[in-house]
């Protein structure tokens, strides 16, 4: 960790990069992305990196990036030309999905088109039996009439997903091998034993061709981003963001890129789950919003909740029981996000009947908001922003973003104040607040909707415009505590610098559980542990300062789907005795109810093993001290109209105790509203701690 480590986190709108050594942050560049070829911002933005803190680039020790270039292939269906090869007979799992659907009375509601179209889904002669033996042998014809037609339509990626292949994978590995031999390198062949070995066939269907979609992308991204490094100097290794809030080098990632789908996300929530740990906070509600999107996350007693159970492209991503049927299913460890499109560059409109409307369309990067100058012409909610007074109507971003204020509030004007017949400051208030409303339900999505009160919980906020939002989410959801914290508006950067890397395997194993003994169990977890280790130690992991843990996904006899509960480190004697007891206390916890008289399956057993690689808590900074645009201005707060606002730095909150809002504190990276009712301090960290004043 003495080297010096950079993390580089790309957004809808702006590429945030953080260096830091020793466990410091010593550096730290926000500039505008480049959707075009996003490497033209990484190449720009560490080449200033390294010339602002004079390091020359050789002392660079590790490159951590999180990047949101496979959820973008397939939010835009721009992946691969994929070609599913199955079961005969099961040519429509990707169609028949789990019949459920989100929008109940719809009678016409239609799902997302299949990422693999019917005319590219092949079947294959074969049949295994539940238990892997073999029904229907492996027809070869079969496979060479496969390949002639990959060949034929110019193929990029083959998918293969045969019945029952989570117990015995030798058809699929035949198929596999042939292929690769067969299309060579040019084409991604992945095969569902090696992604998913899991039950269920729309799930495991689903995971495997959406690591195919994504694997020519992610693999062309990837070279792209070494080869820029490289053409600034730096040769260290590249380590990627995976969903699962651990880090994966680029040889692993190639193999399965699926695991990066919530990759910039992730590193948010372990970014703030270290600041809950550094503040004692039992339970955190992290916001992360950005320019595009907003993403919320729960962090109890410390613990980052993952599930497996994930849905991307759904409009609102969600996991676990939330999931139903919007997006496309993805059962791969993901931190437990919910994400909605909305953001500072969300767009403001009316439709047809006069309704405000805010997002989920967003201007993005380019042209951005109006307020940028760049060319938008569209209002947006940093356009209200700037016209409500909270953003600096003269520069952000240490004033290499100039803000056009006139712009934006002409926009705003003519946009949405004139079709409401509403005051231009009336019509931004009213932007404003639809927006944090909008990214309310992204909170309760991960808290109310689950049976979580979120009102004891503090909010950890942070992104370019979270500490923008935070109150008006907190006054939504009666939240009384706010932590803002240090270099909030690249905090998610700073989550990738104190990543450990992970490797996290799984294995069905469907027995009824009281017909298994601890040993039988036991060997199990422990094949799963020495290849899950094995691999880390491949990807250059040290072998001595890796952890295992352990997990069971179990449910009661009868019951469709499971939970996934923690096993202890050591197993003890009594095993399978302790898992029942933690299944029906999960159970309990989760639903209300427990039957501890019923028979419980087991389902499928897990593994993570991860590398420490320091101390998981985030790199120390000092209060920001850059100079405010103005020492104060006028701002809009609703019903308390406009009200002179005092402008000031963090290192000045600092030196000035508690202070009464409205309070701006402007830094380089993000800036923060304090609005009446609300005080602010400095705490632990260098946070900005802002509490609800008590009548």
């Not at 070494?226 to 053409?231: A, E, P, T």
């Not at 079709?419 to 808290?447: E, H, N, Q, S």
């Not at 996904?553 to 789907?561: I, S, V, W």
Request: with cysteine; charged share 20%.
């Amino acid at each position: 960790m003495s080297g010096l480590r950079i993390g580089i986190d790309i957004g809808g709108t702006f590429t945030d990069i953080v260096a830091a050594r020793n466990g410091r942050v010593v550096g730290t560049v926000k500039l505008p992305s480049t959707p075009g070829d996003y490497s033209l911002a990484i190449a720009e933005g560490v080449g200033r990196l390294l010339q602002d803190i004079a390091m020359p680039p050789n002392t660079v020790e590790t490159v951590i990036h999180g990047t949101t270039v496979a959820t973008n292939a397939i939010l835009e269906g721009r992946g691969a030309r994929t070609l599913l090869l199955t079961t005969r007979g099961f040519r429509d799992v990707l169609e028949l999905r789990r019949i459920r659907t989100p929008e109940l009375y719809n009678l016409n509601y239609t799902p997302p088109r299949p990422l693999v179209p019917r005319r590219h889904r092949l079947e294959i002669t074969e049949r295994l039996g539940a238990t892997g033996e073999v029904l229907v042998p492996l027809m070869e014809a079969d496979i060479d009439a496969a390949i002639a037609r990959c060949i034929v339509e110019r193929a990029e990626a083959v998918a293969i997903c045969l019945l029952h292949s989570y117990v015995n994978p030798a058809h699929e590995a035949i198929i596999a091998r042939r292929l690769r031999a067969a299309l060579g390198t040019d084409v991604f062949v992945t095969a569902s034993h090696e992604i998913l070995p899991e039950i269920r066939e729309y799930e495991r269907t689903s995971t495997t061709v959406i690591n195919a979609y994504v694997g020519p992308v992610v693999s062309r991204y990837l070279t792209q981003l070494v080869g820029v490094l490289k053409r600034l100097g730096i040769d260290a290794p590249v380590r990627i963001m995976q969903s699962n809030g651990g880090t994966l080098g680029l040889e692993a990632v190639l193999r399965a890129p699926a695991t990066i789908i919530e990759s910039g996300p992730a590193a948010g929530v372990v970014a703030g789950a270290s600041v809950a740990t550094a503040m004692a906070l039992d339970t955190v509600i992290t916001v992360d919003m950005g320019g595009t999107t907003a993403k919320a996350s729960l962090v109890d007693a410390g613990t980052i909740l993952r599930t497996s159970e994930y849905e991307v492209g759904a409009g609102i991503n969600l996991s676990s029981q939330l999931v139903k049927g919007r997006g496309h299913a993805l059962r791969l460890p993901v931190v437990d996000i919910s994400e909605i499109g909305a953001g500072g560059g969300s767009l403001a409109r009316l439709d047809a009947s006069g309704r405000l409307l805010v997002g989920p369309e967003s201007a993005g990067a380019a042209p951005g908001p109006v307020a940028y100058g760049r060319g938008g012409t569209n209002a947006t909610l940093t356009d209200a922003m700037v016209t409500l007074g909270y953003l600096s109507p003269v520069a952000i971003a240490g004033g290499t973003v100039p803000i056009d204020a006139p712009g934006a509030t002409r926009a705003v004007a003519e946009q949405i104040a004139a079709g409401l017949r509403r005051p231009v400051r009336d019509a931004a208030f009213g932007i404003y607040r639809i927006a944090g409303a909008v990214m309310t339900r992204a909170v309760k999505a991960v808290t109310t909707m689950r049976g979580r009160d979120p009102r004891g919980a503090a909010l950890v906020s942070f992104g370019g415009n979270g500490s923008l939002m935070a109150p008006l989410i907190a006054d939504e959801l009666s939240i009384d505590t706010i932590v803002i914290p240090a270099l909030p508006g690249v905090f998610s950067a700073c989550g990738l610098l104190i990543a450990p890397n992970e490797r996290q395997l799984s294995q069905t194993y469907f027995r009824p559980l009281q017909t298994l003994d601890g040993e039988s169990v036991q060997a199990l977890l422990a094949g799963l542990a020495q290849r899950a280790v094995d691999e880390l130690v491949a990807d250059g992991a040290d072998a001595a300062a890796i952890r295992t843990e352990y997990s069971a996904d179990l449910r009661y006899k009868g019951q469709a789907y499971e939970l996934t509960v923690a096993l202890p480190d050591d197993a003890p004697d009594n095993l399978v005795a302790t898992m029942a007891e933690q299944f029906h206390q999960q159970h309990g916890q989760a639903f209300g109810h427990s039957s501890p008289a019923d028979p419980v399956d087991l389902v499928s057993l897990r593994v993570m093993a991860r590398e420490m690689v320091g101390d998981l808590s985030a790199p120390q900074v000092e209060p920001d001290d850059s100079t405010p645009s103005m020492p104060s201005r006028m701002a809009f707060f609703g019903d308390a109209g406009d009200v002179e606002t005092t402008v000031i730095s963090r290192l000045t909150l600092a030196r000035s105790g508690t202070l009464v809002g409205p309070l701006i504190v402007e830094e380089y990276d993000a800036t923060t509203l304090v609005p009446p009712g609300w005080t602010a301090r400095l705490g632990a960290s260098a946070s900005i701690i802002l509490e609800r004043q008590t009548a």
